[in-house]
């Protein structure tokens, strides 16, 4: 008898090296001969069935049938030999339609449209479903109960299973409303201040929402969480192609004066306030007609922050860079003892890449600062020693000025 039993347990143990082996060639055979069929092909979509080893996985399948339909040849083993073989194929069967679903986001994301319409976190929803089914299947089969008695009792811990699924399901409706209202895509920049976020968006998923800022580091936000926190979001910059420029030169009030004729004449030497001069005096001549006694504030009279005021706009609009259909403003803001009086660009250049983007500013402030003398105004700087000398003649004493 023992001589037997030992017999049993060597037969079943060359089943299942038997099972083993079959697994093994079939690996060899069936995966050879798939990618060789596949690296053929001239479409890219088909080597992501390789990329997400759904192959693999399907012929995972072949030792499970073969122990689950031939254990029944050792009696001994047979209800504990298919029992596993159940769940077995089972975790097999969930292992394959999850890689499928990969395999289906993947291939969705080959698409133009994948863009605007992420479906990862439709995915992930998907597979925990098909998680939760597959235990449910595997748990009644070992109790050798229905699965909806066991999904009955389930429903009677409705609110412990919404306490331990409470974050899936605030981001799964946090998914629905972004993707339905397309507030966040792959590769937008956002701000998010209260996370720390400034960067770009590298992934989107059930749960969690990657961005990689700018300085290499990568932050996981709680998908939900931009639904209860404002971000900002620079899609329509890229989108429009232009970038605001919304920068202050802080002027000296203390420079500010009214022009003499001498000064005025001077400044029309300069080519884009020639002919706003010539209309000003125009209109200033007819204004102050009755002016006899020629006070200053009894008339109307320029002013070198107005005429300069007038040269900001228009060397921005002569400039190839400044986008002309856009918001385009030159104004002043509120003065303030320890600022001075802020004089206020505003409007778009057709430059969105940060660094260009940057430079393009500078060399337009750059430009602005250094024409600030021809005026006879300066740039408020708090306790700065101020030489009181006339900077108009100061300015048109510059090398190369034809006087």
């Known amino acids: 008898m023992e001589f037997l039993g030992l017999n049993i347990w060597i037969r079943f143990a060359l089943f299942l090296f038997a099972i083993f082996f079959s697994y093994w060639i079939s ?37 499970g049938i073969l122990l689950y339909y031939f254990v029944n040849l050792f009696p001994r083993f047979e209800y504990y030999g298919q029992k ?27 698409f133009e449209i994948s863009k605007n319409r992420p479906i990862k976190g439709y995915i992930q929803l998907i597979k925990i479903f098909i998680y939760i089914i597959g235990s449910i299947f595997i748990i009644s089969y070992l109790l050798d109960k229905s699965p909806w008695g066991i999904l009955s009792g389930i429903g009677a811990l409705t609110a412990v299973v919404l306490i331990i699924f409470r974050d899936t399901i605030l981001s ?39 961005v990689q800022n700018f300085d290499k580091t990568i932050i996981t936000v709680p998908t939900h969480k931009f639904l209860d926190n404002s971000f900002k979001n ?25 022009l003499s004729p001498e000064e005025v004449n001077r400044l029309k030497k300069i080519k884009l306030i020639e002919g706003y001069l010539r209309k000003k005096e125009e209109e200033l001549a007819k204004a102050n007609a ?52 802020p004089l206020e660009i505003y409007c778009f250049v057709d430059e969105t890449r940060w660094a260009e983007y940057e430079r ?10 250094a024409a600030l003398p021809f005026f006879g105004l300066r740039a408020y700087q708090r306790n700065a020693l101020v030489d009181k000398r006339d900077e108009v003649a100061k300015a048109f004493e510059w090398p190369g000025f034809d006087k």
């Open 84 to 110: 596993i073989a159940f769940i077995y194929l089972t975790c097999v069967f969930v292992l394959i339609l999850s890689r499928f679903l990969n395999f289906c986001n993947d291939l969705y994301n080959t």
């Open 172 to 210: 799964f409706v946090a998914s629905l409303q972004i993707n339905s209202y397309g507030l966040l895509r792959v590769g937008d920049w956002i701000e998010m201040p209260s996370f720390g976020v400034d960067g770009d968006v590298i992934d989107i998923s059930l749960h969690v929402v990657k």
């Open 27 to 63: 690996k060899i055979v069936i995966l050879s001969l798939f990618k060789k069929i596949l690296q053929k092909t001239k479409s890219k979509r088909d080597d992501l069935i390789l990329k997400n080893k759904l192959l693999h996985a399907l012929v995972l399948l072949i030792p």
């Open 290 to 341: 009755e002016n006899k006694d020629r006070i200053v504030l009894n008339g109307r009279y320029l002013t070198n922050l107005g005429t300069y005021r007038a040269y900001v706009v228009n060397y921005l609009q002569r400039h190839p860079r400044v986008v002309k259909n856009l918001t385009f403003l030159v104004r002043h803001l509120q003065p303030e003892a320890s600022k001075g009086l």
């Open 234 to 258: 620079w899609r329509g910059m890229y989108e429009v192609g232009a970038r605001r420029i919304k920068r202050s030169i802080l002027i000296d009030q203390s420079s500010v004066r009214f």
């Open 360 to 369: 393009l500013q500078a060399d337009i402030f750059d430009h602005l600062l």
